[in-house]
T-cell receptor, first 114, second 116 residues
Framework: DAKTTQPPSMDCAEGRAANLPCNHSTISGNEYVYWYRQIHSQGPQYIIHGLKNNETNEMASLIITEDRKSSTLILPHATLRDTAVYYCIVSSPLYTGANSKLTFGKGITLSVRP | NAGVTQTPKFRVLKTGQSMTLLCAQDMNHEYMYWYRQDPGMGLRLIHYSVGEGTTAKGEVPDGYNVSRLKKQNFLLGLESAAPSQTSVYFC???????????????FGQGTRLTVV
């Protein structure tokens, strides 16, 4: 699996957009970018994933650069409840056999301030 | 749907004791995973399974065994617990499908294990 690099922490003001960067310069052609978050000590929660096109769902937007070497997770209007550790993961799709698994790094700690 | 349920939620073991952690999912998922998380660390994959009757090693499999006798259950065993196995254990499951949206994995709420 390709590795990812994330800054250890960042903060943003409540109500503002939070832009979380991730570098994955060794990503291969069939690997997706996944984002998960972990609030306090709970189990990780899926946010979004994408291959090469930008993606948006009810939680967030994912912007992937044209060369696919980096991506940005955007929380459009951060709330205090978005304070969490956010993991950027690169992996083959979960439906392609034994090599399809999620490898978590240390993630980025997002602190949303009032 | 209960999703992914882990049993027990908390446990204290003495060094050398054995125990089994149970993970149950009711979503008919093919894939199941066991992770451990230590303070300040991300999750590390212990073992995983891509279907009933199959298991495979992850990053940190030593000291653990697993079984997937039924599709809905994935058991993690510690034969002789050591203090280094003090951790929070998370189980997860995911679909097998050609639809990209189903790249999502669902996690349980964790089992906090202390080995003294």
């Amino acid at each position: 699996d390709a590795k990812t690099t994330q800054p250890p922490s960042m903060d943003c003001a409540e109500g503002r957009a939070a832009n979380l960067p991730c570098n994955h310069s060794t990503i291969s052609g069939n690997e997706y970018v996944y984002w998960y978050r972990q609030i306090h000590s709970q189990g990780p929660q899926y946010i979004i994933h994408g291959l090469k096109n930008n993606e948006t769902n009810e939680m967030a937007s994912l912007i992937i650069t044209e060369d696919r070497k980096s991506s940005t997770l955007i929380l459009p209007h951060a709330t205090l409840r978005d304070t969490a550790v956010y993991y950027c993961i690169v992996s083959s799709p979960l439906y392609t056999g034994a090599n399809s698994k999620l490898t978590f790094g240390k993630g980025i700690t997002l602190s949303v301030r009032p | 749907n209960a999703g992914v349920t882990q049993t027990p939620k908390f446990r204290v073991l003495k060094t050398g004791q054995s125990m089994t952690l149970l993970c149950a999912q009711d979503m008919n998922h093919e894939y199941m995973y066991w992770y451990r998380q230590d303070p300040g660390m991300g999750l590390r994959l212990i073992h995983y399974s891509v279907g009933e009757g199959t298991t495979a090693k992850g990053e940190v499999p030593d000291g653990y065994n697993v079984s997937r006798l039924k599709k809905q259950n994935f058991l993690l065993g510690l034969e002789s617990a050591a203090p280094s196995q003090t951790s929070v254990y998370f189980c997860a499951s995911s679909y097998v499908s050609a639809i990209p949206r189903t790249g999502e994995a669902f996690f349980g709420q964790g089992t906090r294990l202390t080995v003294v």
